[in-house]
């Protein structure tokens, strides 16, 4: 609609043939040894350089001109296409209070944006699951696997769905399978983990899309946390929510009792924290101290981090569950994980992952880098953190502690941390970490950030950072990156800024 690019066909010729040579290396890494079977070597190999794009830019801007953008300017040989989500951080036009980029659609889509399914759900395959209706109104039921994959192909790109846990409460059957607060009360629009029927949706989903469609495989985001670091804001959602904190619904306190694991002890531990965290919000300084009153909790009540650890084998199980049904359709699909960026700046969460774990559960994982807003994100915790279990360290010195452990670099003090961003060598730390975390069981694709939003006052992608981030993601020796988080909040300055690390950074 609003494309602001003119090509010529001599141009585009000219990078369809660069293309077709980058996929060409990169079909080779993903057929026989299989991408997850064995990391490229540094030298040589052609990477996997993917972007993240949803269905309204392609119904904004045309099929066509979005590829030849992505090849052109971006380098890109793997489109991800957001196909399953009720979010805005994957789908949909830029978000309210953010400028547009200089393409697409130049007004709010809040009028029209639902959310759901782009491609076409097929019922046979959600026979066992109350989450029937998920087709995507939003462009008139478009299909937009259907119409965007052929013309991928044509171009010799790869072609994975991206699918997200994010949903509204309006979905038929989401309330019934929602997650319980340990108050009992049901939360908005999280579906449990280890409810059959969200199994059996999820399963169903992959199983759909991996049979209907020629895909080269699934990228699947699942950003919810167990209630420890919820209630601590020590999670992806980055709001300290002791009082919410889940999953206490009927279906964990099966598997609780399976396990020997006390429901009620677990409840009571977690009304325990939630009187600690209140307590430290309202300046009321335990006699021993903040940090030894939380020790003292923890040890008192060991539930407290069993429940937590149970969340994650849910959510990990599901995830694992979901790969071996999409290996059972083809060998050769491949399935990845994305990683979200908690993972990276913040030691609670890194201990409740392990790179050598997630390893055997996938064939890549996305791992989020994003260094422009991590320095907000960043800060965030430090604050989250600091008011509850650290509120006797000043915040500062908290920062640097954290640098230590996280094995950081030079990066700007609390108060300029959102300003200035994360560094390059952040990007470049974070992608080495993981590589030695997997040891070559599976493939690494750092998430690069090409303008994820951020608040006022805080850092803003520029061409400069955008190209510093992808060169150092790759000279650490990832097999490719992901522009994140989507097509539709890039700034074409900023994705040819990124397209000229990749075609300039060796190995
Ligand atoms: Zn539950």
Redesign the pocket.
């Known amino acids: 609609m609003n494309s602001a690019r003119t090509s010529s066909e001599i141009n585009r010729r000219h990078f369809l043939q660069v293309a077709a040579g980058v996929t060409a290396g990169v079909a080779g890494l993903g057929a026989g040894a299989g991408l997850g079977a064995e990391v490229p070597a540094a030298s040589g190999a052609v990477k996997s350089i993917g972007i993240q794009v949803g269905a309204v830019s392609f119904a904004d801007e045309g099929v066509e001109p979005v590829l030849d953008i992505f090849q052109e300017k971006g380098a890109v040989n793997t489109i991800y296409l957001t196909t399953f989500t009720y979010g805005r951080g994957l789908a949909g036009r830029q978000i309210a209070g953010q400028l547009f980029p200089d393409h697409g659609g130049q007004e709010s889509d809040a009028g029209f944006y639902h959310g759901g399914n782009y491609a076409t759900p097929h019922p046979e395959f959600y026979a066992k699951t109350a989450l029937k209706h998920t087709r995507a109104p939003d462009h008139g039921g478009r299909d937009f696997v259907a119409e965007v994959l052929p013309a991928a192909r044509r171009r010799g790109m790869k072609f994975f769905c991206s699918i997200e846990d994010v949903w509204r409460d309006d979905v038929p059957g989401v309330r019934e399978l929602s997650?319980?607060d340990w108050q009992g009360r049901r939360v908005t629009g999280r579906l449990?983990p280890?409810?059959p029927e969200v199994g059996a949706f999820w399963n169903g989903l992959a199983t759909d899309l991996c049979r209907s469609y020629d895909l080269d495989g699934i990228l699947f985001f699942n950003e919810h946390n167990g209630p420890l670091l919820e209630a601590l804001g020590a999670s992806h959602g980055q709001q300290i929510a002791a009082s919410r904190a889940?999953?206490?619904?009927d279906?964990?306190r099966r598997v609780a009792r399976e396990r020997g694991l006390s429901f009620e002890r677990a409840q009571e531990g977690y009304r325990k924290l939630d009187r600690f965290v209140q307590g430290a919000l309202a300046d009321q300084r335990p006699s021993d101290g903040y940090f030894v009153e939380f020790c003292r909790l923890l040890g008192e009540y060991p539930e407290i981090s069993a429940w937590d650890r149970l969340f994650d084998e849910g959510k990990h199980q599901l995830l694992a569950a979901v790969r071996a049904t999409v290996k059972a359709i083809r060998p050769e699909l491949q399935v990845g994980f994305h990683i979200e960026h908690v993972n990276s700046f913040n030691p609670l969460f890194r201990a409740t992952r392990s790179y050598a774990d997630l390893a055997t559960k996938a064939d890549w994982l996305k791992v989020v880098v994003y260094n422009n807003c991590g320095g907000e994100r960043y800060a965030n915790y430090i604050r989250n953190i600091g008011a509850t279990v650290f509120r006797d360290v000043p915040k500062d010195e908290l920062l640097r502690f954290n640098n230590h452990l996280l094995n950081y670099g030079e990066e700007p003090g609390l108060g300029e941390l959102a300003g200035a961003g994360l560094s390059p060598d952040y990007v470049f730390r974070e992608t080495r970490r993981a590589l030695a975390g997997v040891a070559g069981r599976c493939a690494i694709l750092p998430g690069v950030d090409i303008g994820v939003p951020t608040g006022k006052g805080s850092r803003k992608a520029s061409p400069a950072d955008t190209y510093a981030a992808t060169a150092a993601a790759l000279k650490a020796g990832a097999a490719g990156v992901i522009y994140s988080r989507k097509y539709s909040e890039m700034r074409l300055d900023n994705l040819a800024a990124a397209g000229r690390a990749v075609r300039t950074t060796p190995g």
């Open positions: 997650e319980v449990c280890l409810h889940t999953c206490f619904c279906q964990h």
